[in-house]
């Protein structure tokens, strides 16, 4: 994701004291959203593909159903920008 031209939004959320502490001592504080937005980019997506697998199993487990090679691929792929 390009950051430098990704519209961004201010938000107000909570997060935890020692997860704070631990970004505050370990990234620079002009660096400290792009590292959010990276972290919180990378997160949504492994969440999305673990999602899809266990949609696709469940498939495999109730249906009987079948995936081809290039249906697991194309989920595993799912959003990938790197």
């Known amino acids: 994701m390009n950051t430098a031209v990704a519209q961004r939004k201010r938000v107000n959320f909570m997060i935890n004291t020692k997860l704070l502490e631990d970004l505050a001592g370990m990234v620079p504080a002009g660096e400290r959203s792009d590292f959010v937005n990276e972290a919180l980019e990378e997160k949504i997506v492994n969440w999305g593909r673990r ?21 697991i691929l194309k989920v595993l792929h799912a959003d990938r920008r790197y």
Request: proline share 0%; hydrophobic share 30%.
């Open 51 to 71: 999602k899809a697998l266990e949609l696709m199993n469940e498939s495999i487990k109730k249906e009987k159903k079948f995936h081809t090679t290039e249906e």
